[in-house]
């Protein structure tokens, strides 16, 4: 089981990039899927969750600006990042896990390889 993200890029602060993330190996429409990011130098960090059902939940420092969304029918999660900024930079990871609506790394089962988001100034 893999997950594949893909959409990173370098964009200008304001900017707006979309991450995808698709599963291979199995359907995960009945999984919570996650964003996390991890900034040179830091830990890494939940961004956003969505669950089977499209209930989504988000980090304080991207509400507002970010918007997580699921299709069941692609198998396929996205990542609207809008307003992005220098602080954003980072490589981004989605992960899943079949139970737990959580933001917490160690609830999720399955990780992706990351891509990199860099905002400039």
């Known amino acids: 089981v893999q997950l594949q993200a893909s959409g990173g890029g370098l964009v200008q602060a304001g900017g707006s990039l979309r991450l995808s993330c698709a599963p291979s190996g199995r359907t995960f429409s009945s999984y919570v899927m996650g964003w996390f990011r991890q900034a040179p130098g830091k830990e890494r960090e939940f961004v956003a969750g969505i669950r089977w059902n499209g209930y989504t939940y988000y980090a304080d420092f991207v509400k507002g600006r970010f918007a997580f969304s699921r299709d069941n029918a692609k198998n396929t999660v996205y990542l609207q990042m809008n307003s992005l900024k220098p602080e954003d930079t980072a490589v981004y990871y989605c992960?899943?896990?079949?139970?737990?609506?959580?933001?917490?790394?160690?609830?999720?089962?399955?990780w992706g390889q990351g891509t990199q988001v860099t905002v400039s100034s």
């Open positions: 992960a899943a896990n079949r139970q737990v609506v959580s933001t917490r790394e160690q609830d999720y089962d399955y």
